[in-house]
């Protein structure tokens, strides 16, 4: 290539010059604009979680963890023509609730406190804390929106003869927000609390609960433990057992299954089963079973001979106590069923309405088995974080009655849908 002349090389030089000065100026004033808009939902988030309103540093620091920034980030400033200087990170924050001031989402009555508006929790479309409305009903159910909180102080003491949920575990990103470790102990034993002077005597709480990796790493947080420990040892309930979901179909973890591939699928959840005084209402035989296994007769009568025989152990065991009944077998403590589906009716249903479906489901086979071992026709099952409802869709099915209550509008409206072709069913408010 021929080289360039003075004039040519002259004009070469002004346009990377512009080229240069255009791109510094992208470079300083486009993060603004996208981390503004990037901040005000997780703004308005966090403080509905801090309970409508909260003090700037306590905002800065809940953002900061969610959004996993660096010590160096934090403390990134700038100094003015003036010179005085600010931190970058707090003074978007900053900015993005002046926006939010001005568009009405935020108060700006009380100095020195940040506080959600009504239109923010429309924008949310989350339940107000201290607020409880009743969204649909029928003869035998009713659907609240609100807070697990909120909606515990509405439901009659000593009413509730299964309390089962599936909550938002820790570390886990969904919409109901993100809590580490210690933040979700803490949360999970005041509501655990509400949630006993709610139960029957011989009432039961059923926790569903996946294990979770201890953050960058692919260590297993003890957290279920720590849970059962306080529950036990801080609320006084009993613990009576643990059934086991084994999901075929599950995903493994991306980072350590998939990638790295250093640990095997987990394909196990748990369910804790506590009571509140040490005899629940439970009995096996209203269960679903399956069948005996074929034996002939004189394997029959083998095990009837075995029967009558001293154990090894030293046990003298009635050979009545495990003859064989009309009603099956006696069920283990492994429930075996793969993930809710995507193409069920609910979800079906959801898409037609425009609905967002709610995310992550648990088989109608969970809930069954668990009603059925700790509850009696006619008897009350709530759910305080009902998300689709499906506890309450199999209590109805059983023959129970069902209360659910769900802080998330959409996930209450979407629910509505497995009922409203009941003749029983009264929408009282709508989107």
Not at 119 to 136: F, H, N, T
Not at 163 to 174: A, D, E, G, K, L
Not at 317 to 325: G, L, T, V
Request: glycine residues 8%; positive net charge.
């Amino acid at each position: 290539m021929p080289p360039l002349s003075h004039s040519a090389a002259k004009a070469r030089q002004k346009r990377l010059e512009r080229g240069q000065t255009s791109e510094r100026d992208a470079r300083r004033h486009t993060p603004k604009a996208s981390l503004q808009g990037l901040l005000q939902l997780p703004l308005l988030e966090e403080l509905e979680r801090c309970g409508g309103k909260a003090r700037p540093g306590e905002i800065y620091e809940r953002l900061a963890q969610r959004m996993g920034l660096s010590e160096d980030a934090l403390a990134a400033s700038r100094t003015c023509d003036d010179g005085q200087s600010y931190r970058v990170f707090e003074q978007q924050v900053r900015w993005t609730r002046q926006t939010a001031v001005m568009q009405g989402l935020i108060t700006n009555a009380e100095r020195g406190i940040w506080e959600l508006a009504d239109p923010a929790y429309d924008k949310l479309m989350r339940a107000r804390r201290g607020s409880v409305v009743l969204i649909y009903s029928l003869d035998d159910g009713m659907a609240l929106w609100g807070h697990a909180e909120d909606a515990a102080a509405a439901i009659e003491k000593g009413s509730i003869s299964l309390i089962m949920m599936s909550p938002p575990y820790p570390t886990i990103s969904r919409k109901y927000g993100k809590m580490g470790v210690p933040e979700w102990l803490s949360w999970m034993r005041r509501l655990t609390a509400l949630w006993s002077d709610l139960l029957a005597d011989d009432g039961t709480l059923a926790v569903n609960l996946m294990d979770c990796f201890v953050p960058g790493t692919p260590a297993i947080s003890p957290y279920i433990d720590r849970f059962v420990l306080t529950t036990v040892d801080d609320v006084g309930l009993h613990l009576q057992g643990r059934h086991f979901w084994h999901s075929p179909t599950k995903l493994g973890n991306i980072n350590w299954c998939a990638k790295s591939r250093i640990r095997p699928k987990n394909t196990v959840e748990q369910v804790l089963l506590f009571s509140k005084t040490p005899h629940p209402n439970w009995d096996v035989d209203r269960m679903p079973r399956g069948e005996y296994a074929k034996r002939s007769a004189a394997q029959l009568a083998n095990d009837k001979q075995r029967g009558k025989e001293v154990r090894p152990s030293g046990y003298d065991i009635n050979p009545d106590a495990f003859a064989r009944r009309d009603t099956g077998p006696i069920p283990g403590n492994l429930i075996i069923a793969g993930g809710a589906s995507g193409s069920d009716a609910y979800s079906k249903r959801c898409r037609e309405n425009g609905i967002e479906a709610h995310p992550a489901r648990y088989p109608e086979e969970l809930p069954r088995r668990i009603i059925c071992l700790t509850t009696e026709p006619g008897n009350v099952v709530y759910d305080p974080m009902a998300g689709s409802n499906t506890t309450g869709k199999v209590a109805m099915e059983l023959g129970r009655k069902f209360i659910a209550s769900e802080p998330m509008l959409s996930y209450v409206m979407g629910s509505s849908l497995r009922f409203d072709d009941r003749p029983d069913f009264k929408q009282h408010f709508q989107l």
